[in-house]
């Protein structure tokens, strides 16, 4: 299996990584940046398409271990994004993981025991399961 993530090495200051890398993918943060909604879905779409070509190509299955986006950003732009990432994965047929569930990433606030319902919305496809 081969498991991509949507983390950048610079989003996590502080944090330890092994060197050298013990495995390599693709990066689907990189596309967060000041390009418009559109542009970054095209680059989204590509990158994704070239992991699941690759992944195809050697007949191994693919799964994005994490996607997620921090709460310090717009809800708007938070819902977009998510909402992108995952209709694109399903379309290609990829498994997902959210990150994370309840803290700065999460879908959940524990402290009043509610779902932010737009991220679960988007991550959900717009129903309430």
């Known amino acids: 299996m081969i498991s991509l993530t949507g983390g950048r090495p610079t989003s996590h200051p502080g944090a330890h990584a092994v060197s050298p890398a013990l495995c390599r993918g693709i990066n ?6 000041a390009r418009s909604d559109n542009d ?21 299955p693919l799964f994005v271990g994490e996607f997620g ?16 990432v995952r209709t694109e ?8 993981c ?15 025991g509610t779902w932010h319902e737009p991220l679960r919305a988007a991550l959900l496809g717009g129903t309430s399961r």
């Open 40 to 60: 970054r879905r095209v680059v989204l779409r590509r990158d994704l398409a070239t992991a699941a070509q690759w992944a195809g190509a050697r007949g191994v």
């Open 98 to 112: 959210y990150w994370d569930f309840a803290t700065d990433f999460g879908v959940f606030d524990p402290a009043g």
């Open 69 to 84: 986006t921090y709460a310090a950003a717009d809800r708007d732009s938070r819902v977009r994004w998510t909402t992108a």
């Open 89 to 96: 994965l399903e379309r290609l047929g990829v498994g997902w």
């Open 28 to 33: 689907i943060g990189g596309v967060l940046d």
